[in-house]
């Protein structure tokens, strides 16, 4: 039955248009750090709208049944590891707080469907062990890019908490690397056996 339904076009559809509106609500939410932002890094800042951008392509050229495996590892590594990511700083924001706005609950929210969208896509996805390397590569840089070099999302009551939160993100891009393989490669794998 999930599969019939992921499978729909008119359902692909609307999930590409609902990723492409995140997508774009998402760096017009990035703006003002984007604004101050060496343009260096600037590829590497928004990571949210960027794992979503990925997905929408995915979804675009898989309307067309069509496949690009390396935007594909990335959709599904960025998106499960950004959305998790989101899900958590705004979970602790508010364990901080003691509080969350309206746009912290739409967040965790469209965070989590983030996180799941990519998931429930994997078997789909063509996906080669030199795509997991390209994207595990990228995604591993990026949490470079966000603490050691500052680039990090702005949450200003979590300033205090940085190293943590780059130790615990660190290691969340390993699970996500580890989950987009035993998804894609590894259950491939067996699956041929």
Known sequence: ???????????????????????????????SQ???????FLVFVPDSPTASLFFTIFLLF???KKHVPYIEALAIMTLFK??????VMNLLTLEINGTLSWQGYMLIASHGAMAI???????FYKIKLRHIVFASIWTLHNDIIDYVFG??????????????IGYFTFWLSILSIFI????????????SL
């Open 1 to 31: 039955m999930i599969k019939y339904i992921l499978l729909d076009k008119r359902f692909v559809i609307s999930l590409f248009i609902i990723n492409l509106v995140g997508t774009i609500y998402g760096y017009m939410w990035y703006e």
């Open 34 to 40: 984007l604004s101050n932002t060496p343009a260096k």
């Open 62 to 64: 898989f309307i067309f």
């Open 82 to 87: 950004y959305g998790i990511w989101a899900v």
């Open 117 to 123: 969208q990519g998931l429930l896509y994997a078997p």
């Open 151 to 164: 680039m990090m999302p702005v949450y200003s009551s979590l300033n205090d908490y940085m190293n943590e």
């Open 180 to 191: 987009a393989y035993k998804l894609t490669i590894s259950k491939k794998r067996v699956n």
